[in-house]
């Protein structure tokens, strides 16, 4: 993997939602010095109904609105790093006219095959085919941004690594691990994971990965406790 940090410049995290009881639903955006605008998810959709079984959540600003807040509009997003298709994290995706799609092939296929997992967001991520980019396994994705696939949660789940120029190496462990306490070699499947034992095996991945790439702050998906300490957009990481 690279250590180049010269093309990134900023990460915003932005929280969209929160569904109940205390679990916060995010994006994030990533900035270039060539003034490219990278999107890792979208959150739910503006739209959003929960599904039968669903508990409703409470919607904070979009990550549109969000988006505007800084003076970016749709169209100036360049790419969408879809870390996987679950309601809560591709439910935008659509509103981007301009972004190419990056997804993991495994993910995509799954879903296209018709999983019913991923059935209630298919209006959100079944765009042209020609609008994805799909990688297979970890990939550099360009210089100071690793895609890292940590199937589990679902098949072709990825996980972000990126290298900040005064931060460091920053981990996006998504919903790989949604909480710091399960950040552990010994941890159990969660009830949202597909396949448990992938699941420990991609988190024992990461925490080899935040080892030897020496990491200075991994971000947890859906960890509300860590979420209340960390900056919030517009304010960033650099």
Known sequence: MTTDTTTLKRLYLMQV???????????????????????????FSVQFQAPPGWPNPEMGKSVIEQLAALAIQPGDIHQIICTHFDLDHCGNNESFPNAQLVVQREQYTVAHEGHRRFAAARAHWDLPVERYHFVDGDTTLLPGIDLIETTGHVPGHMSVLMHLPVTGPVLLTVDAVTHQGNFRADRQGAPMDLDADKAI??????LELAQREHVALTIFGHDAQQWSTLKLAPAYYE
């Open 201 to 206: 095996a991609s988190t024992r991945k990461l």
């Open 17 to 43: 939602a929160t569904l109940p009881p205390n679990v916060p639903i995010v994006c994030y955006l990533v900035q270039t010095d060539d003034d490219k605008n990278i999107l890792i998810d979208s959150g």
